[in-house]
């Protein structure tokens, strides 16, 4: 059974970067896409990207596309978010989920992965 952790999380300040990671246990991600999504304090969950298993395609929210990256390396079975030109409002907890798609619509992908995604990683962008 897949099971996925997240990682790379931590306090950053504005304009700073991180890199996020998404590791799989009990199965390998070469079948699956993976989508990254956030929950901040006191608002809905966010989309944020998702690639897809073969990582031609790749999915951006409007509040992140031209700062953010996604890519995958399947031979780590890992997946990494990197995040530049962070923003407070960037400040989230971070969750990765799996689905056989990279969807162009990262909120029907968030509602079909949400009940595997893990413990999440919390990133804080403050001065």
């Known amino acids: 059974q897949l099971q996925l952790v997240e990682s790379g999380g931590g306090l950053v300040q504005p304009g700073g970067s991180l890199r996020l990671s998404c590791t799989a246990s009990?199965?390998?991600?070469?079948?699956?896409?993976i989508g990254w999504f956030r929950q901040a304090p006191g608002k809905e969950r966010e989309g944020v990207s998702c690639?897809?298993?073969?990582?031609?395609?790749?999915n951006f929210a409007d509040s992140v596309r031209g700062r953010f990256t996604i890519s995958r390396d399947n031979a780590k079975n890992t997946v990494y978010l990197q995040m530049n030109s962070l923003r407070p409002e960037d400040t989230a907890v971070y969750y990765c989920?799996?689905?056989?798609?990279?969807?162009?619509?990262?909120?029907?992908?968030?509602?079909?992965?949400?009940?595997?995604w893990g413990q999440g990683t919390q990133v804080t962008v403050s001065s």
């Open positions: 989920g799996a689905d056989t798609f990279c969807e162009d619509d990262l909120q029907f992908m968030m509602e079909r992965t949400k009940d595997s």
């Open positions: 009990g199965s390998t991600l070469d079948d699956y896409a």
């Open positions: 690639i897809s298993y073969s990582g031609e395609s790749t």
